[in-house]
């Protein structure tokens, strides 16, 4: 079965660093975009950063953009999200995702992924 499985989340204060995980079963990661998702009640949801398919070239918004990293490891078939710097607008349910098939938009605009997790709860408060 093609899935993907997030874990890592959990109540951080400001300032503090939490990482996040993705591990891939079913597929290879190698072989697709992966994607960061995040989605906070009222909000719309949001890309966080995304590795492409090729060249591992990574993305990031402005929001996020010097606070957070993707990373790949390979033999583990699993990514990285590592956020540092949390603030509480960072507080949100986190999404990985995965692409394997060509897209007309973005890798930081979910339509187009394939395969999601079931998020993981990621908390910024004092």
């Known amino acids: 079965q093609v899935q993907v499985v997030e874990s890592g989340g959990g109540l951080v204060q400001p300032g503090g660093s939490l990482r996040l995980s993705c591990a891939a079963s079913?597929?290879?990661?190698?072989?697709?975009?992966i994607g960061w998702f995040r989605q906070a009640p009222g909000r719309e949801r949001e890309g966080v950063s995304c590795?492409?398919?090729?060249?591992?070239?990574?993305y990031y918004p402005e929001s996020v953009k010097g606070r957070f990293t993707i990373s790949r490891d390979s033999a583990k078939n699993t990514v990285y999200l590592q956020m540092n710097s949390l603030k509480p607008e960072d507080t949100a349910v986190y999404y990985c995702?995965?692409?394997?098939?060509?897209?007309?938009?973005?890798?930081?605009?979910?339509?187009?992924?394939?395969?999601w997790g079931q998020g993981t709860q990621v908390t910024v408060s004092s």
């Open positions: 590795i492409s398919r090729s060249g591992g070239v990574t």
């Open positions: 079913g597929f290879t990661l190698d072989g697709a975009s």
């Open positions: 995702a995965a692409r394997a098939r060509y897209s007309v938009y973005g890798c930081l605009d979910s339509r187009g992924y394939d395969y």
